[in-house]
């Protein structure tokens, strides 16, 4: 395929025959992957299937244990994410990779201070210069701050941004981006397409990692298809059908992704918000009755998730109610939260596991009740707690579809999609009156997520009021009995029923006359 400027297209960047394990599983085995210069080239498999082990050796995170990586036809060996980058082979992961305790600006430069850097513009070490270029590439995805900011004081999803908008800036030869949009909203999300686009025409090579297969059907122009480690199959643009992709991961078709609503009307109200008012935000009520899942949804922080953490008690309200069953529980803390039968999916992970514990004691660890019977079954009957703790999670790892199935893992050691199950089986296995969730499938595959959605389904069949605080459009149109639209911190619109993307935008992007 030749690229668009017209340049013929080169093969920039290739692993050959690479292998690596973990504790002697194979992650990835005899993996053979090229990157062409002016394409972009998905990696699609299920959660556990290897793609983020494959784009850690091409980047310098992980050395293989078997194969070579080349760029432009040589080998090479990299020390470090940062030699990479200086041989031109940049990334976006999954994970956060910046410096929390430095400002914007200073993660720009991180890398990019040597005379003669690739990142020819921080060739120098210019702060004004760069705060400039940070401010203008931070703008360019979106995320309107200054450049001083340290990224600690930033939310998630304008962290994202911001380590988006960094590789946005290098002078790169390849540009790996490992689900880059689970925080954009549709229109920053195009914006970043168009970037990507023109990167593709300027002839970097890119590789491209997504469970929303609507994006690599309108991004990418190959893609290749991870099962257990292994290349399963390579596909060419026009086979890039949702459908056929879904089958080629997961050797199966899905026949629905989102499970029939309810019929009829929802129970009585279980979770009643009056005017709950966060810092720097307007106050707003909603009500979700049981048997019901609300969404809230807006641009990236257009105020629901700090409304949603307010209500589960992970962040303090300045006033207002919140009523569980009618008894008023407006939760100071997380914990109290749970008193109240109110769980929460936080957006981070990071939050709710502890990464050097097992599934299964992570599964343990859900509510202070059960963490102290578990305790005090485990002083009196050590090896009975530890076969149950071990029986509840085989079951858990059943019902969430959890690979590897194996409940002594450490969590730390799982693939992000297969950390996020854990997250939700946590939260679910609480019995919740409430259950919030804040971007649940972030980085979780389409097989996995049909089940999730029929779970949510299930739980709110036996009249739990579920929240769902996604910026996946399509998920909370698919999901949603009703969606509460949120701008500048205030609720703009309530849409009963099933709903689109074209009114939720309609309605997230409205000028803001009346609105408080
Ligand atoms: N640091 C680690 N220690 C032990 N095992 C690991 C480690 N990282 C990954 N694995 C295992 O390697 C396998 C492949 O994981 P990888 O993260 O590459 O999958 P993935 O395809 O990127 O999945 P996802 O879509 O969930 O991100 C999984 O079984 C995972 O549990």
């Not at 990835?28 to 959660?47: I, K, M, P, W, Y």
């Not at 990334?91 to 990142?119: C, E, K, M, P």
């Not at 990071?350 to 963490?371: D, F, K, M, W, Y």
């Not at 097989?447 to 399509?474: C, H, N, T």
């Amino acid at each position: 395929m030749i690229p668009a400027t017209g340049q013929a297209s080169r093969k920039v960047l290739a692993a050959h025959q690479v292998a690596k394990t973990y504790g002697g599983v194979y992650a990835l085995r005899d993996a053979d992957f090229t990157v062409h210069s002016g394409q972009v080239h998905a990696l699609l498999g299920e959660n556990g299937a290897g793609k983020s082990t494959l784009v850690k050796i091409l980047t310098g995170v992980h050395s293989p244990d078997h194969g070579k990586v080349l760029i432009d036809g040589e080998p090479v060996a990299f020390h470090s994410p940062l030699h990479a980058e200086r041989l031109g082979i940049h990334a976006i992961h999954q994970h956060l990779a910046l410096v929390r305790g430095l400002s914007i600006v200073d993660n720009f430069l991180l890398g990019r201070t040597h005379a003669g850097d690739r990142a020819g513009r921080f060739g120098f070490l210019d702060r004004r210069e760069a705060a400039k270029v940070a401010e203008e590439a931070a703008a360019a995805v979106g995320l309107h701050v200054d450049p001083f900011t340290r990224v600690s004081e930033l939310s998630l999803p304008q962290a994202q941004l911001v380590q988006i908008a960094r590789a946005l800036t290098a002078e790169a030869k390849v540009l790996v981006l490992d689900e880059p949009t689970a925080a954009l909203t549709p229109a920053d999300r195009d914006n970043l397409f168009e970037r990507l686009d023109r990167l593709r025409r300027d002839g970097v090579g890119l590789v491209y990692i997504s469970h929303r297969l609507d994006e690599i059907t309108a991004l990418c122009d190959r893609a290749t298809i991870l099962r257990d480690g292994r290349i399963v199959r390579e596909m060419a643009k026009d086979e890039l059908t949702v459908d056929a992709m879904i089958e080629a991961m997961l050797d199966r078709p899905v026949r629905q992704l989102y499970p029939p609503r309810a019929d009829g009307p929802s129970g009585s109200p279980v979770l009643r918000v009056e005017k709950l008012t966060v810092p720097g935000q307007p106050p707003v009520g909603f009500t979700v009755n049981g048997g019901e899942v609300l969404g809230l949804t807006g641009l990236v922080d257009a105020g629901m998730v700090p409304v949603a953490e307010a209500v589960c008690g992970s962040r303090r309200a300045e006033s207002g109610v919140v009523f569980v069953d009618g008894s008023e529980a407006l939760p100071r803390t997380a914990l109290e939260g749970m008193r109240h039968g109110i769980a929460l999916v936080p957006a981070d992970r990071s939050q709710a596991l502890v990464a050097g514990l097992s599934i299964a004691e992570n599964l343990a660890l859900t509510s202070s009740s059960r963490a102290q019977l578990a305790s005090r079954t485990r002083r009196r009957f050590r090896w009975l707690s530890r076969r149950r703790t071990r029986a509840d999670a085989a079951g858990v790892i059943d019902r969430f579809a959890v690979d590897p199935r194996r409940p002594e893992l450490a969590t730390g050691s799982l693939s992000g999609g297969n950390q996020q199950k854990i997250v939700l089986a946590k939260a679910v296995s609480l019995s919740p009156r409430v259950l919030v969730l804040i971007e649940p499938t972030a980085g979780v595959d389409v097989g996995s997520r049909a089940q999730i959605y029929r779970l949510l389904r299930e739980i709110a069949a036996q009249g739990v009021a579920v929240l769902l605080v996604s910026s996946d459009m399509q998920e909370v149109c698919g999901l949603s009995d009703r969606v509460c639209v949120f701008r500048a911190g205030a609720i703009v619109a309530e849409i009963p029923g099933p709903t689109t993307e074209r009114d939720i935008m309609g309605q997230a992007t409205r000028p803001l006359a009346g609105v408080q």
